[in-house]
C-alpha cells in the first residue's frame, strides 16, 4: 500500500498568492511526516517537520503544514509564494522496516509560480 | 548544522565500465546512510540502507550485486555501480543520519547524476 500520496503532480500558481500542497499518508505507518524541498538539479532540503507536538508546523521560506489525524493529511501551504518557489516538493513519511526508520517520499508536485 | 557531501556530483562514463560515488558527512558521525534513485521528474525511491560496519539492506527489486555499497567508517558511505549501462543513468542521493540526531532526521546531499553512454 503507498504510504503517502501527493495528489497533484502539478500546480501552477501566479506569484503572491497562497498555495496548497497535499498530502495524504497512510494510516498504517507512523506519524512522522516531513516536507522537502528540491530545486533542480540539487539535492533535497528540509522544510519542515512533524514528529509530535502541535499540529501546525512552521518551517522555513514562510510554508507551514497541518497535521491533521482524523483526515490522515498533512497539506503544505503558504500565505503569499514568489517566483523563487518554483521548484519539486515532496512529502514523505518514517516507515519502520527491517529494523531501520526509512524515509519513504511521496511521487512529488511541481509547484510553478508565474509572474 | 549537519552537512553531507556527495562527490562527484556529475560523472559521465561508458557503458561496462564501474562508477563509484562517495557520501561524506562532514561534522557528524553517520551511523546510518541511505541510498536513493531518482529517475528525471520521479520521486526518490530508496535503494539501500547501510550500517557502519555491516553489510547493506537493500530495498526488493534492487540488484545487490549491480550497485555496491560500502560503509567502512561513520562518515564515509560509498555507492559502486558495476558495469553500468545507460538505464543505469539516475541521480542518486544519500542521506545520513547521525549519532546526535533525532532517530527520523536525515540530512541529505547534494546527489550525484550519473550519465551512461
Known amino acids: 500500500a503507498q504510504s503517502v500520496t501527493q495528489l497533484d503532480s502539478q500546480v501552477p500558481v501566479f506569484e503572491e498568492a497562497p498555495v496548497e500542497l497535499r498530502c495524504n499518508y497512510s494510516?498504517?505507518?507512523?506519524?512522522?511526516l516531513f516536507w522537502y524541498v528540491q530545486y533542480p538539479n540539487q539535492g533535497l532540503q528540509l522544510l519542515l517537520k512533524?514528529?509530535?507536538?502541535?499540529?501546525l508546523v512552521k518551517g522555513i521560506n514562510g510554508f507551514e503544514a497541518e497535521f491533521n489525524k482524523s483526515q490522515t493529511s498533512f497539506h503544505l501551504r503558504k500565505p503569499s509564494v514568489h517566483i523563487s518557489d518554483t521548484a519539486e516538493y515532496f512529502c514523505?513519511?518514517?516507515?519502520?522496516?527491517?529494523?531501520?526508520?526509512?524515509?519513504?517520499f511521496g511521487a512529488g508536485t511541481r509547484l510553478a509560480v508565474h509572474p | 548544522g549537519a552537512v553531507v557531501s556527495q562527490h562527484p556530483s556529475w560523472v559521465i562514463c561508458k557503458s561496462g565500465t564501474s562508477v563509484k560515488i562517495e557520501c561524506r558527512s562532514l561534522?557528524?558521525?553517520?551511523?546510518?546512510m541511505f541510498w536513493y534513485r531518482q529517475f528525471p521528474k520521479q520521486s526518490l525511491m530508496l535503494m539501500a540502507t547501510?550500517?557502519?560496519?555491516?553489510?547493506?539492506?537493500?530495498e526488493q527489486g534492487v540488484e545487490k550485486d549491480k550497485f555496491l555499497i560500502n560503509h567502512a567508517s561513520l562518515t564515509l558511505s560509498t555507492l559502486t555501480v558495476t558495469s553500468a549501462h545507460p538505464e543505469d543513468s539516475s541521480f542518486y542521493i544519500c542521506?545520513?543520519?547521525?549519532?546526535?540526531?533525532?532517530?527520523?532526521?536525515?540530512?541529505f546531499g547534494a546527489g550525484s547524476r550519473l550519465t551512461v553512454l
Open positions: 561534522d557528524f558521525q553517520a551511523t546510518t
Open positions: 514523505a513519511v518514517i516507515r519502520r522496516s527491517g529494523g531501520y526508520n526509512k524515509l519513504i
Open positions: 512533524y514528529l509530535s507536538g502541535s499540529t
Open positions: 494510516s498504517s505507518v507512523s506519524v512522522y
Open positions: 547501510s550500517n557502519e560496519g555491516s553489510k547493506a539492506t537493500y
Open positions: 542521506s545520513a543520519r547521525g549519532q546526535r540526531s533525532g532517530a527520523n532526521v536525515l540530512t
